[in-house]
């Protein structure tokens, strides 16, 4: 065989031979690390932290607690007990120190006195279900959006500003059912001034009660609107007097709390009521500074198709500015656009004032806190620092709970599940939901609500569902015609609810086994709006692809947008070219008229339903 010679130019390995020693007066040894007796260490460390902190190797670390029985990789968060397994061995000494909490509003400088001005203060509406909180927010707004809610009851908090007399008040306006108690708590959390209203002839109810309660956590002044004073029935003196059992004394009784009696519908009272919030807000020297970088909360969040997430912030320090890089919780972004209430947009908005942004990089939790940042580069960092210690107290936590479950079982005997996922248009509905089902205990049957979330139903979710034999229950969001057939194919179960008691209500027939018809409907069919004709003495039609099913002549129809039901109504016409027609199927085209509605638009989803019953498993 021949030797194959080496390319030219290349050296051949130094194998086997001694290096050269001529060099060796230029060498200068490496110094040995310092030998480490003690390290600081906090909650959650890793192996790989931990063994930069020991001077060791990772491998070094995991041998160890291989020894001890622990499987851990570079990547494992280590408990008190593991890190002092792991020291012993060492012989070093560890301590433990509480991370400084980073979501925290407060600040390691205070403001300063003479930065410090008037702001406007933070005013939350708060009560039972039905009071008339809503409308008494509308009469003072002049607008109309208790007309606009599903059954009357709002389904997420709203954040509007004022000016009354010249000076602004920023208004939280908390749903009163009792699903919603930790939406109401964020509200009391983030308010200066919490109004109770009580309707004069119903009387103090569980919610009311707990609103007074969630007030007195956060510590915050309280007046009482005793609402509906213009009906024959009113009975003020009732109010007060079971106010006063509970520990709220009116002023005229020797109390310190104000009373205002309002009329929501009438708009009687209501000038009383805001001079009585300028009063009580004089009282309390409400300062902020507004030459700093802003802090906040969010007060909502959802995921808008087009637009993206979209969270509802209420600046409670600094001045917030358009473009800035923003950390809202474990999410990061900068600011695109933001705008007031109205639409109206912004370039910047100081202290109390609630403003819906655009430009985040995720959802994030109703409730949690924002920080506005000069460097980009920073807040990115503190959003993924934060982002791997939520994953990793998930991580634990899961861990923990489902061992926990496992023993409750075995000692329990077996406890059947339904495992549900969650989808809604807010956030904050989406929590609510999950809150209210796992309250549901019946007869040894829970619900285990997996995932929820703010977002239309999407494939993944079907995913999910069927892999781990969920069902899914949407509240103000429809999944479109490629989704419903996927589910079925799948045979995962989706639910549709727009006021949540009905689905709570649903699923504590369906444990008790005595679901009766679930649907009164039944969806026949779905057409996309390609084109749409405004013709004089008709209205709008919509010109439609039958993509699923079949569109049936006078039967009842949803207008769907970005997976948000915009209205629902019946079918005013059907049509195939230019004569009517009964029904029309897949694939073909016609023309629609919706009754008493025009505001078509191209690529809106047009959902039929017909009225059946039918019977629901589970």
């Excluded at 023309?591 to 019953?613: P, R």
Aim: proline residues 4%.
């Amino acid at each position: 065989m021949q030797k194959r010679n080496s390319r030219p130019g290349n050296k051949k390995p130094n194998r086997g031979r001694k290096p050269n020693n001529n060099n060796r007066q230029n060498f200068t040894p490496r110094a040995k690390a310092p030998e480490i007796h003690e390290i600081v260490y906090t909650d959650g460390i890793t192996v790989g932290q931990l063994a930069k902190k020991c001077g060791r190797q990772a491998s070094d670390i995991i041998k160890v607690l291989f020894m001890e029985g622990k499987m851990v990789t570079i990547n494992s968060a280590l408990d008190d007990d593991l890190v002092e397994t792991v020291c012993i061995a060492f012989d070093i000494e560890p301590t433990k120190v509480e991370e400084r909490e980073e979501d925290s509003l407060e600040d390691e400088e205070p403001d300063r006195p003479e930065d410090l001005v008037e702001r406007p203060p933070v005013v939350t509406i708060m009560g039972h279900v039905d009071h008339g909180k809503t409308t008494l927010l509308d009469s003072i707004r002049k607008t109309k959006v208790a007309s606009g809610e599903a059954g009357g009851i709002t389904q997420a908090i709203g954040a509007y500003q004022i000016t009354v007399n010249g000076r602004k008040v920023s208004f939280l306006d908390t749903p009163g059912h009792e699903a919603f108690t930790a939406m109401r708590a964020r509200g009391a959390k983030v308010t200066d001034i919490a109004v109770i209203v009580v309707a004069a002839d119903d009387g103090v109810m569980p919610q009311t009660k707990e609103a007074i309660d969630h007030a007195r956590a956060a510590k915050v002044p309280m007046i009482i609107a005793v609402n509906k004073m213009d009906k024959p029935e009113a009975n003020p003196d009732r109010v007060k007097s079971e106010l006063a059992d509970l520990g709220i004394m009116p002023e005229e009784w020797g109390g310190d709390t104000i009373f205002v009696e309002t009329s929501a519908k009438q708009g009687t009272g209501l000038q009383d009521l805001l001079e009585t919030i300028l009063t009580v807000a004089d009282v309390g020297e409400l300062k902020a500074n507004p030459n700093r970088l802003a802090t906040g909360t969010v007060i909502e969040a959802k995921l808008d198709k087009g637009r993206g997430p979209v969270a509802t912030l209420l600046v409670q320090n600094g001045t917030l500015r358009q473009g800035q890089p923003v950390v809202v919780g474990t999410c990061f972004g900068k600011i695109r656009k933001m705008t007031d209430e109205d639409g109206n947009e912004l370039e910047k908005a100081g202290p109390s004032a609630p403003v819906e942004i655009i430009g985040l990089n995720d959802v994030p939790e109703a409730g949690d806190i924002f920080r506005a940042y000069d460097n980009e580069k920073e807040a990115r960092a503190v959003a993924d620092r934060r982002m791997r210690r939520k994953i990793e107290q998930q991580r634990r936590k899961t861990s923990a709970m489902s061992l926990e479950d496992l023993s409750r079982e075995i000692e329990a005997g077996e406890i059947q599940e339904i495992p549900v996922i969650v989808k809604a248009d807010v956030q904050g509905s989406a929590e609510a939901v999950r809150s209210s089902l796992e309250k549901l205990d019946v007869k040894g049957v829970k619900v285990n609500v997996i995932h929820s979330t703010a977002g239309a139903i999407s494939e993944s979710d079907i995913m999910l569902a069927d892999a781990s034999k969920a069902m899914i229950i949407g509240f103000n969001v429809r999944p479109d015609a490629n989704i419903r057939r996927k589910a079925e194919e799948a045979g995962v179960e989706i639910r549709l609810h727009n006021i949540i008691y009905k689905a709570t209500e649903e699923m504590e027939n369906a444990m008790k086994g005595m679901l009766a018809p679930v649907y009164a409907e039944v969806v026949i069919g779905q057409a996309e709006v390609r084109e749409i004709y405004k013709v004089s003495k008709i209205g709008t039609i919509g010109g439609c692809m039958v993509t699923d099913g079949k569109l049936v002549s006078h039967c009842g129809v949803r207008l769907i947008r970005d997976s948000i039901v915009i209205y629902t109504g019946k079918l005013a016409s059907l049509k195939r070219f230019k004569d009517d027609a009964r029904e029309v199927v897949s694939g073909y085209e016609c023309g629609v008229t919706i009754e008493n509605y025009n505001d078509i638009k191209v690529g809106d989803l047009i959902e039929a339903y017909q009225e059946q019953e039918v019977k629901q498993e589970i």
